[in-house]
């Protein structure tokens, strides 16, 4: 039996709420047969493992609030992936996306996405992206963003903005008018000037 199967099985049989799967070899899903189905579960960790897609059907994880696929191997995530209903943290950082899917801003109540160390640029986002209204932490270090949209002084409620080690060449003004934000973090970038709305 497979590591993952061991941990899944462990979990049903005590209805752990919180699954740990962080580098267990994992390739795929179909690895892990039961998943999909443990609807008490809250917290799913995949971190550290091999993973290249994730099924449409994990938003029938509907309890689910953090899911954690950091550093894996996932080009795409799915369309169905912003209905879950109290998704609050998603981490894929460190991937090979290059574009999100679309409707990706239609989560209910997410409030930290990382988006760290992928391929990810101001085309990758899809037109609702800056609908996140319940975002309080953003993480888009490490990608190929060269600008990134005025929209973004739509998350009101955003904290904190990570755009360090990008292709930054401007920053829009409307990141000084964000009312909550406390840390922003940009350097690594092609920045000559910032826009005196930041002071």
Partial sequence: MSKAKKVIEEALENQNPELDLADKGVV????????????????????????????PGIANLTQLEMLNLFNNHI???PVS?????KLRILNVGMNRLDSLPRGFGAFAVLE?????YNNLSETSLPGNFF???????????????????????????LQILVL???????????????????ELHIQANRLTVLPPELG
């Fill in 75 to 77: 080009e795409e995530l």
């Fill in 28 to 55: 795929s899903f179909e690895e892990m047969p039961g998943l999909i189905d443990m609807h008490n579960i809250t917290r799913i960790t995949l971190s550290h493992n091999k993973i290249q897609k994730v099924p």
């Fill in 131 to 157: 609908m996140l209204e319940t975002l309080r932490a953003l993480y888009l270090g490490d990608n190929d963003f060269e600008t990134i949209p005025p929209e973004i002084g739509q998350l009101k409620n």
């Fill in 81 to 85: 992936l912003s209905s879950m209903p």
């Fill in 164 to 182: 360090r080690e990008n292709d930054l060449i401007d920053i829009p003004k409307e990141i000084g008018y964000l009312p909550r934000l406390r």
């Fill in 112 to 116: 930290v996405l990382d988006l760290t």
